[in-house]
């Protein structure tokens, strides 16, 4: 049985819908902060928070967990900045509190959620997973400091664990089960897309003084069932027995804020208003992965290597919903 925490939000879902569609057994933990009760593709739900050490005690009483999946957690930058300590409480105690609990029942994989944003700055672009780590917010921070956690772990108590460091993830599952439902939403494609249909006035565009090509941010936008199929990949790894490691998640090209306006015009045929606005604080110019580690030591490959196929996933989701 996989244990997955956090499996009602966006990436945990449509794993737990991978997972599930591969035959695995899979039990969900998840407190429904932020994630949606119908997004739990399996009858096995705890409804719990990572804070509360009992009830992660009894779910592991309960079922027979085999490994762990760990996407729970607050995923919003500018929010840590101005709420740290929420941040450090969730992200780090609460994982520490999931790590205790395994150690405690004998569980010793784990494959976490991790992020790009671990690297600060980027010096070089594509990013190598030995760039330096230099977190520049609090939730940056959290994820190095849980992956300096699970490093420690695994020398004391043989826990063997991946961390995947997620550039962007975007899309939603191609069948229009699942979707992404960030309350309120931050991401620039759900945004972008809102402004198609008319939910919002117009898409700002956070910066157009980078040193960029067209002076707009660079990210790196890979689809959600490529996440999700890393993550199986991932599992039969850990299960193989390979030793802790970190891998970075994208497909190791980037689009300008710009761009990602155009192909959302092209995919939806509407219009999409716009206006430039300044820069949000913190934002890296460009974040870009490169993703060859994961390529060859699992051979994982993207299945959405262009972005008009990720956002139009994302817009058959988000057109109905
Ligand atoms: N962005 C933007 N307008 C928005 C939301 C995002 O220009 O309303 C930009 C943002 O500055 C960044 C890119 O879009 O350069 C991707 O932002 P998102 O929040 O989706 O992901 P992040 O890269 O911050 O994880």
Known sequence: MILVSGGAGYVGSHCVKQLLQRGYEVMVFDNLSEGRREAVLTERFVQADLLDREALNRAFAEYSIDAVMHFAGLIKVGESVDDPQVYYQNNVVGTLNLLQT????GVDR?????????????????IP????????NPYGKTKWMVEQLLEDYAHAYGLRSISLRYFNAAGCDPAGELGENHHPETHLIPIVLDAALGRRECITIFGTDYDTPD???????IHVNDLAEAHILTLEALKKGCASSAYNLGIGRGYSVREVIDVCRQVTGREIPLEEGKRRPGDPPQLIADPTCIQKDLGWQPRFTELDEIVSTAWEWRSKA
Do not use: N
Not at 102 to 105: A, E, F, I, L, Y
Not at 129 to 136: A, L, W, Y
Not at 215 to 221: A, E, H, K, M, W
């Open 129 to 136: 997973e030995s760039h330096p780590k230099r977190p520049k």
């Open 215 to 221: 002076g707009t941010c660079l990210r790196d936008y």
């Open 110 to 126: 784990m494959i976490f959620s991790s992020s790009a944003a671990v690297y600060g700055d980027p010096a070089v672009i594509p």
């Open 102 to 105: 395994m150690h405690k029942h």
